[in-house]
């Protein structure tokens, strides 16, 4: 056993992935009792971030990722939608913040956008941000220039997933490397744009895999401000479908190992909601995660509806997180959480 206990909720990443290894081993109580613990030394254990997804541009999407509905490789039934008009996307994002949520996601099934595409979408973060929303775009791959121009446009997050280990990726997706990934992730950071980076389970990915997965992740100079850790949702047509599906306690111990690694982060509990227990979620929340999306639908499949959600925010006593405030002073500068300044704000 190489791990320190003495230094759980430090935030550091210069961890090995023995001691990550050796924390995917812990008796399943010991685990959640220290990812529990390491939660409540960072943020309140009641309140949970919700954000909502919008599809600004669906479907046709000419990359292979085995889980995806929207890759044009795989004949899954889903129409294709050209990107949507400004206009429409900010009444969606008034709709959301009406709804409750605090910040605003747009996806689009791109390799990576064109800068003609790029300009519109700048509008969209300008307008969503204006109605006092957070903003988050997934874009897929970005060049350092276009990472700049979202950030001139007011971009708060840029999501940007690993999915998964790097010696499983060429199992899962082959039309991009990790590299690929991790140098889309490095532009992002240089343009000063929070990291939203995370992962899917049960992929029929090894415990090795994930513990792999989440070892990139805390050893990044800097981690993700939100870890996004999806559960595979299983769409006829995609190559993942009729995957072996999850132990739920192996995904709950996955949640536990990412809140013990990245203490300052916002782990949230991402796709696969729909088809999780009340009390499954439950136990996820008990383990640190404190982020969901909320909306009855994610991208393209469903989530949890609304009042579903409402009832299980009461049953559990979770308040939705507060959000950005336009009349408040503005969110600090991205910099603090720095490895080298782990005495930073935390991640938001
Ligand atoms: N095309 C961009 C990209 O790949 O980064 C942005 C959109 S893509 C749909 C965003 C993320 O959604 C993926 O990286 C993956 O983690 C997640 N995702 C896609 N399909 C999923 C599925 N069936 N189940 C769980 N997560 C999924
Ligand atoms: C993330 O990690 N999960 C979200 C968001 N980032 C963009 C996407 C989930 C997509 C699930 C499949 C779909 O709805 O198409
Ligand atoms: Fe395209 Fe993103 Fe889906 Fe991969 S995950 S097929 S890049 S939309």
Not at 110 to 137: F, H, N, Q, W
Not at 220 to 232: A, R, T, Y
Not at 255 to 281: K, T
């Amino acid at each position: 056993m190489t791990l320190n206990a003495g230094r759980l909720g430090e935030v550091r990443c210069d961890w090995t992935l023995d001691e990550v290894r050796d924390l995917f081993a812990l008796p399943f109580a010991d685990l959640v009792f220290q990812a529990q613990s390491v939660h409540r030394r960072h943020f309140d254990p009641n309140e949970v971030q919700v954000s909502t997804l919008l599809s600004i541009k669906t479907g046709a999407c000419p990359e292979d990722c085995a889980y995806c509905p929207q890759s044009v490789r795989h004949d899954t039934g889903l129409e294709r939608e050209e990107l949507m008009a400004v206009e429409d996307v900010v009444s969606r994002a008034r709709a959301a913040r009406e709804a409750g949520a605090t910040r605003f996601c747009m996806g689009a099934a791109y390799r990576g956008p064109k800068d003609r595409d790029l300009r519109v979408i700048e509008e969209m973060v300008r307008g969503v941000s204006a109605l006092g929303l957070e903003t988050c775009a997934t874009l897929g791959m970005l060049t350092p220039a276009q990472a700049l121009a979202l950030k001139e446009a007011g971009l708060d997050y840029y999501n940007h997933n690993i999915d998964t280990s790097a010696g499983y990726y060429d199992r899962i997706i082959t039309t991009r490397t990790f590299q690929d990934r991790l140098d889309t992730l490095a532009a992002v950071r240089e343009a000063g744009i929070n990291v939203c980076c995370g992962g899917i389970l049960g992929m029929g990915e090894s415990e090795g895999d994930r513990a792999a997965m989440l070892h990139t992740l805390a050893t990044m100079e800097k981690h993700p401000e939100s870890v996004p850790i999806n559960q595979l949702v299983q769409v006829e047509g995609t190559p993942l479908m009729g995957a072996a599906p999850l132990d739920p306690l192996d995904f709950v111990r996955c949640i536990a190992v990412a809140r013990i690694l990245m203490p300052h982060s916002h782990v949230r509990l991402s796709a696969g909601r729909a088809e999780m227990s009340d009390e499954m979620q439950a136990l996820c929340f008990l383990a640190g995660a404190n982020s969901i999306f909320y909306g009855e639908k994610l991208l393209t499949t469903g989530n949890p509806d609304v009042e579903r959600d409402r009832q299980l925010f009461a049953r559990l006593g979770i308040r939705p997180e507060a959000g950005s405030d336009p009349t408040l002073p503005p969110r600090s500068a991205p910099d603090s959480d720095h490895c080298s300044n782990i005495r930073g704000q935390r991640g938001a």
